[in-house]
């Protein structure tokens, strides 16, 4: 907040959004006669600011285009609709230039600083406009699907109160009705009103759309525009069985906090932890068919909405995700798990069973679980292959990590020389290459990562290709194994897991495309146990990308895409562009925070520093923002919502989310 006292005790307050450099260039106009200038940071963060400040007056010409110089180039880089919404039209600069001006530094910071309930009134208020846009559109739906809407209540309140608190009153989407059951005891209500519904649809030969039902709990309370936006996904999706959106906290003051916004569909992260909550709709139908209620009885109302959803994602149509705050949940919803994950375990060793998946599931904490997949008896052979240059201590000790400290025993090292010179090192090389199942390759070309590794993989004997950096350092014996079995399961094309810094905090947590401008890691600098931001980083979950310091992958898949790409990404992102096209090849992209190890980033190759470099450097970065473009302002594992010019999980100074009323 920039604060200018005025003559005559006036206070005029600015906004000053922080970019990532720190360096703020800002233009502002005030009166004349200022006494005094106060710069400060965010009243809700502890934080020391190191500040200082330079104050030079422009002339009117010199203020305009320098408006004009920031403005126009952010324009031309947000995407049409996001333009739009915002209000951000090429006639805006010329007829307001200062809006537009002050559009594009919002766009430019991407961070927002105030209390989230001033983010959500700003963003997501539902304006007079909005619901002229939505009538207009519903009058225009042919069979609009119809929700059942179920409020559980512990106490039996009346009907009117409970649907007023629920915010059912002020939907604009008309179709739907209401009932308030008794918490105690609704299962079995439920079962059997979706018998009747299922039979209701068969006998059905009308217009009308069909059934979906929401399990509300009291005290929470749907957005105005939830049950259109719910139906507008629905009826563009015919063939979805449950739509999810992002929720937030109604607070013990009665204000929203705590937004939960949350990753489109994760098969991973659903068996480790009921990501998405109370805040889901899903196809009214008879559930005896796919879902054991009967067992399911025993569980808590969060356990038993846990245990429908992993039955719902079995039938093998994806979940979709709305990325707007539709629910808002009761503070006193939001308690802690009292099992302690315990009952979470079990519905997810329940499930699994079920499917005639073997794992052992065992309890992690509040409402989490860690699913050990069974390895097969023929253990598959792991091509273990670490590029090095000199760096002996570093590779002597990943080495020797990797040899005593291992469980998983079918594995092969091949240990690739790119020109190492130093006498102590190969030395060291000599005499590894002794060893049963070490190999050592030369590679005397410049450096090249991708090359170096493609070379090596063409030569490993294994199925199962791991590549690892020579600066890493295992942590628990069971890395490995943990990582094979992931990566053994259906549909998984790569497997990452989490390194840490030497001080033991958390280096990579998965990787995300476009927060950051390009790649990023998550997570980054929280202690190794910090559960990250929604219990993610305790949590196996399906991501983006994950970092070749530490990634497993199969040989065929591997060679089938063509390896890491040599030409446009010899050092930088290779990675991140392996990974993304294991996603496009149909295969998923998992992260898992059991298989654990140190890394000690880029000692052996050091930092981008000479001209050649950081030009090398930029045409990576270039070629990743040309090529994945359509990633860039939405990652499927990194919410719109949040901050996409630093993945901090903060939330976005202007979400790239589009409204479903919107005309664009």
């Known amino acids: 907040m920039l604060s200018f006292k005025l003559h005559g005790g006036r206070v005029v307050d600015l906004d000053i959004l922080i970019p990532r450099s720190g360096r703020i260039l800002e233009i502002v106009s005030v009166p004349d006669g200022i006494e005094a200038v106060k710069l400060q940071g965010p009243s809700d963060k502890e934080q020391v600011l190191d500040l200082s400040i330079e104050l030079r007056r422009l002339t009117w010409i010199e203020y305009r285009l320098r408006q004009l110089r920031r403005a126009v180039p952010v324009f031309f ?8 919404r915002a209000g951000f039209r090429v006639r805006t600069l010329i007829t307001d230039l200062d809006y ?3 559009v594009a530094c919002r766009f430019r910071a991407n961070a927002y600083m105030r209390s989230y309930a001033d983010w959500y009134a700003e963003f997501y208020r539902i304006a007079p406009e909005d619901r002229q846009a939505m009538r207009r559109r519903l009058a225009k739906w042919s069979s609009p699907p119809r929700f059942q809407i179920i409020l559980l209540t512990r106490e039996g309140r009346e009907h009117g109160s409970e649907l007023y608190n629920a915010g059912l009153d002020r939907q604009i989407y008309p179709h739907f009705t209401a009932e308030v059951w008794r918490e105690n005891g609704w299962l079995p209500r439920l079962v059997s009103a979706s018998r009747s519904a299922d039979a209701i649809e068969s006998d059905s030969s009308g217009p009308s759309g069909e059934q979906w039902l929401i399990i509300l709990r009291e005290g929470n309370r749907l957005a105005e525009a939830a049950l259109y936006w719910l139906a507008h996904v629905i009826d563009r999706n015919q063939r979805v069985n449950v739509v999810y959106a992002d929720h937030d906290v109604i607070g013990v003051d009665g204000r929203l906090c705590d937004p939960v916004f949350k990753p489109d569909w994760s098969p991973e992260l659903l068996l480790g932890t009921n990501y998405m909550g109370d805040a889901f709709a899903c196809r009214l139908r008879d559930v005896a068919g796919f879902w054991d209620s009967i067992r399911a009885q025993r569980y808590s109302v969060n356990g038993i909405l846990h245990s429908l959803l992993l039955a719902l994602a079995a039938e093998g149509k994806e979940p979709l995700h709305v990325p707007a705050p539709l629910w808002h949940i009761r503070h006193d919803n939001c ?3 009292p099992t302690d994950g315990e009952e979470t375990r079990e519905i997810v060793q329940t499930h699994l069973a079920a499917q005639g998946v073997a794992a052992n599931v065992a309890a992690m904490g509040q409402y989490r679980c860690r699913v050990s997949y069974a390895l097969p008896d023929a253990r598959p052979l792991v091509s273990i292959i670490i590029p090095t240059r000199d760096g002996l201590q570093h590779l002597q000790r990943c080495i020797e990590s990797l040899v005593t400290l291992t469980s998983y025993e079918r594995y092969e090292i091949i240990v690739v020389d790119n020109q190492s010179v130093d006498p ?6 000599g005499e590894i290459a002794r060893s049963p199942n070490v190999r050592l390759l030369p590679f005397d070309e410049p450096f090249n990562y991708s090359k170096i590794n493609n070379y090596a993989v063409a030569q490993a004997n294994g199925e199962l290709i791991c590549l690892l950096n020579n600066d890493t350092e295992v942590i628990t014996p069971d890395w490995l194994g943990e990582m094979v079995s992931r990566l053994l399961q259906e549909g998984v094309g790569a497997v990452g897991a989490k390194l840490l810094y030497g001080n033991g905090t958390v280096q990579h947590g998965g990787d995300t495309v476009g927060p950051g401008g390009c790649a990023n890691h998550l997570h980054s600098g929280i202690g190794r146990d910090d559960p990250g931001y929604c219990g993610r980083a305790l949590v196996a979950q399906d991501l983006s990308a994950v ?3 530490c990634l497993l992958t199969k040989k065929s898949v591997y060679q089938a ?5 040599e030409v446009q990404l010899t050092v930088a992102f290779n990675d991140v562009d392996y990974c993304l096209r294991v996603r496009d090849a149909g295969y998923r992209v998992v992260w898992t925070p059991h298989a654990l190890l140190y890394h000690h980033e880029s000692v052996t ?7 050649e470099q950081i030009a090398r450097a930029r045409a990576e970065v270039e070629y990743m923002r040309t090529r994945w473009a359509h990633l860039m302002h939405h990652d499927p594992f990194y919410n719109p919502n949040l901050n996409y010019q630093h993945p901090d999980f903060g939330l976005s100074g202007m979400p790239n989310v589009r409204f479903p009323w919107s005309v664009v």
Do not use: I
């Open 100 to 102: 537009a001006y002050g």
């Open 335 to 337: 308690l802690a798990d």
């Open 547 to 549: 970092t070749a310091a």
């Open 605 to 611: 190759r050091g930092k981008d520093t000479n001209p």
């Open 561 to 565: 895409l063509g390896g890491l790409n």
């Open 77 to 84: 880089r947000q995407p049409v609709e996001r333009r739009l």
């Open 424 to 429: 102590n090192t190969l030395s060291y090389l």
